[in-house]
């Protein structure tokens, strides 16, 4: 099993949002950075994805949603400032086949070190940048290795 864990594409400055931040639309990188994720993971087998609630992670899934015909399923424990031990729990819950999972920047690290002190290999480089993929392999029993995909 893989679960690929991707950091929402580009949103925008927050100080120029005027609105809840939870509805912060992607910027057109954003929608560039979207689109690009689909293409590398549309062919990876992936039959499920799981995003926090808010809009730009919903639309950095949702071209992997439409082109490969799967429903978004919203996680309110992957919404930004919650509980990265959560995040864990629920990566290790996914029993079976390859899953897409959308979060934040706080979040995404705190998870990436988690599962190294779970004993999960790092391989190559490390980075949180948005848009970004963490390719994240399961053997049956615990994460054992972690391989960053930088956005494209």
């Not at 939870?22 to 499920?48: E, N």
């Not at 978004?72 to 864990?88: A, F, K, M, Q």
Request: glycine content about 8%; charged content about 25%.
């Amino acid at each position: 099993m893989t679960a690929f864990l991707i950091r929402h594409a580009h949103a925008g400055s927050r100080s120029e949002w005027d609105q809840p931040d939870r509805v912060r639309p992607l910027s057109p990188k954003g929608a560039q950075q979207a689109d690009h994720i689909a293409s590398i993971l549309s062919d990876r087998s992936v039959d499920r994805i799981l995003s926090s609630p808010s809009r730009r992670c919903v639309q950095t899934v949702e071209p992997l949603a439409s082109a490969i015909d799967v429903v978004i399923e919203e996680n309110r424990s992957l919404l930004e400032g919650y509980d990265p031990r959560d995040v864990v729990e629920l990566l290790e819950s996914l029993s079976s086949g390859n899953t897409a999972v959308c979060s934040h920047g706080d979040i995404i690290p705190e998870v990436i070190r988690l599962l190294s002190l779970r004993g999960m290999e790092i391989a190559g480089v490390t980075g949180n940048k948005k848009g970004a993929v963490w390719v994240l392999e399961h053997d049956g029993e615990r994460y054992v290795k972690g391989e960053y995909l930088p956005p494209g």
